[in-house]
């Protein structure tokens, strides 16, 4: 014999859907408390995880592309205090060629004199050598321009030849007679090194330019891809709770379905 059941059917499916639904909606609420993204898969939002991926390469380009201008302003720096030690060394041979074109210092007083701007060339040669920056030799010409890649754009430091700006140091001469002594060699060097120094103080600020709106950007990026992907904790406790409500009464509609069904069975037995 068959037994007809006068439950309906579609609402006890339907009753089945909504809790699977509800399910899914609690499943969701939990990832995003425990994530911390309300964004966790495609299927949550595909266009917003892949603007927020989109976003995210774009800080972390940025993030990188301010290390690289950090180091390109370390270079920077060091190569300026070179050129500042370059500078001084240049002022003790001033001194000392001054005091050279004296009428009342005897050779040998220029002797000394010329010993010790040579000693100074040598010093200056040692700062050109010694200045460096992870094995690459910032003043002795040897390198060229530098470039430094920002993440999203290029910018570079000019090669700067300090050994060619006193080249003519290496034979100035200050030991004969004073009236014959002339400083145009120290003066085309001195020259020299200064425009290297205001080149390098335009480059460094360039770069810090550039690293404080690399910073700033992607600052701003990552919180516009905060706003994008992550959960808010208010609004996820609150579906979470509210899911558990609707859940604990969408069993207690498929329980009361269910045993009404049993008990239109069991007296159709009586």
Known sequence: MKI???VNTAQYQNTINKRKETEEQQKKASKELSTGKKVNTAADDAVALSISQQIMKEAKSLTTGSSNISYGIDAANIADGA????TDSLGDIEQNTVRAMNGLYSE?????LQE??????ATINQTIN????????LLDGSTGDINIYTGTSSSSIKEADAKAAIADLENFDVSGNGNNISTDALDKAYSSISDMRSQIGAETNGLSAA???NN???????????????ADFYKSVTKMKSSGVVGAAQNMALKNQME?????????FQ
């Open 108 to 112: 040998s007083d220029r002797a000394i």
């Open 4 to 6: 007809q059941s006068n």
């Open 130 to 137: 010694q200045a460096q920056y992870n094995e690459k030799n």
């Open 260 to 268: 009404s069904q049993e008990n239109l069975v069991s007296k159709m």
């Open 211 to 213: 690293y404080n709106v």
């Open 216 to 230: 700033n950007t992607a600052e701003n990026l990552t919180s516009a891809q905060a706003q994008k992907e992550d």
């Open 83 to 86: 050129l500042a030690n370059i």
């Open 116 to 121: 010790a701007n040579e000693q100074s060339v």
